[in-house]
């Protein structure tokens, strides 16, 4: 008994040190600050790195209004950077669509928008009967745009989120969180289309008959705070206040997300606070830049003397204002690089450290191809040299 007592104890000292290791290989969680969220749930993560600054009940499961319609937007501003549609594509409205309730542009049924006038009402007025009418031309109909919906949440890694419809009208099955909403959010503040619209306080639609409906930015931060520049409302009896809303401020960019305020000044407030949490007591250190080299190497048997290298991605991180923990780049790499090597070949690896922990290794890549010298080019090179 004895010897089994020992060889358990060992055992779960072993597990426990494998445990612990592992844990310090994950970048230190970011303390939540004395911030006093009254809402049911909320989240401020780092745009560029996706840590998560602040966090209340951020993954519970909770209806948010029409913060649903930002995944309208992103499977409609995805289609016009695949080239499926343009800003001026011509969008035939339904009456079905015409006939939504709620927050609207008032859209007459069997006449054509172009796609910029339905995608701009969206973004500013929350507009229930565009958010349809885009979702009718590009999957056919609402359902299977919806099935869309859910699919590209799945990618983006949204798992706690279920969507029903396409507007953040009331449905039993549909549900989202805090922490999804600020990746969806992240994702749209991606393309340029939609800060194009999303900065604009106030504007008007003309409807095909010359009519004009006035347009009003439902997210008054854009107005009144510093560096906002996007974001959705949201507001039901289910659902409560909400909005979720991206703010820049010198090389920093931040995602704040509240959900189930109990009014709509509440929403505003809160959302602010997290913004000015952030700013105060953070700052973001860019550590690797796919656009910047990395290094340049000397190839060996190739065309070209040297190439330079790049990271795969970009990689930045958090940290506490006055934090003095450091983070390291090291390279992993040959001596030369042999050729050949095609455009985006992977020959080496990049691994960052803090405090002595490994916490990501991303590839390094050339991006361009690198051709082996053939019997000609030594020739050509020895009679060069000659």
């Not at 969220?37 to 790195?49: G, M, P, Q, R, W």
């Not at 999804?180 to 008007?204: F, G, P, Q």
Request: charged share 25%; with cysteine.
């Amino acid at each position: 008994m004895k010897k089994i007592f020992v060889s358990s104890l060992l055992f779960f000292c072993i597990l426990a040190t494998i445990c612990c290791t592992s844990m310090q290989t994950v970048l230190p969680a970011m303390a939540t600050g004395d911030i006093d969220i009254s809402s049911k749930s909320a989240c401020l993560v780092d745009y560029k790195s996706g840590q998560v600054l602040y966090e209340k009940n951020a993954t519970e499961h909770l209806p948010v209004a029409s913060m649903v319609k930002m995944m309208t937007i992103l499977l409609t501003l995805e289609e016009i950077d695949n080239g499926n549609l343009t800003l001026d594509t011509m969008v035939t409205t339904s009456e079905n669509a015409s006939g939504m309730g709620g927050s609207q542009v008032f859209i007459d049924p069997f006449v054509e928008y172009r796609t910029e006038d339905l995608l701009k009402s969206v973004i500013m007025a929350s507009a229930n009967d565009a958010s349809v009418a885009l979702a009718e031309h590009i999957s056919g109909n609402e359902k299977s745009f919806v099935g869309k919906m859910n699919k590209r949440a799945q990618e983006l890694g949204m798992n706690d989120t279920n969507y029903s419809n396409c507007t953040g009208l009331p449905a039993p099955e549909q549900y989202s969180c805090a922490k999804d909403s600020a990746i969806v959010l992240k994702a749209v503040a991606e393309h340029e289309n939609y800060h194009k619209y999303s900065t604009i306080w106030m504007d008007e639609l003309t409807h095909p008959s010359g009519r004009k409906t006035e347009l009003v930015n439902t997210n008054r931060l854009i107005r009144y705070y510093d560096g906002c520049d996007g974001g959705k409302t949201g507001s039901t009896n289910e659902a409560g206040c909400c909005l979720s809303a991206s703010a820049k401020r010198n090389n920093m960019r931040l995602i704040s997300v509240i959900v189930g305020a109990k009014n709509s000044q509440t929403r505003f407030n809160e959302c602010s606070s997290l913004f000015n949490y952030g700013f105060a007591n953070f700052e973001n250190k860019s550590l690797l830049e796919k656009e910047v080299a990395c290094k340049n190497m000397q190839v060996n048997k190739g065309k070209q003397e040297s190439v330079d290298i790049f990271a795969e991605e970009d990689y930045s991180v958090v940290v506490k204002k006055g934090d003095k923990s450091e983070f390291e780049v090291n390279y992993e790499l040959p001596e030369k690089i042999s050729a050949p090597k095609k455009a985006g070949e992977e020959v080496g690896k990049a691994i960052i450290s803090h405090d002595g922990q490994v916490v990501k290794e991303i590839s390094l890549i050339v991006k361009d191809n690198l051709d082996k010298l053939s019997l000609k080019d030594c020739f050509d090179k020895i009679v060069h040299e000659w």
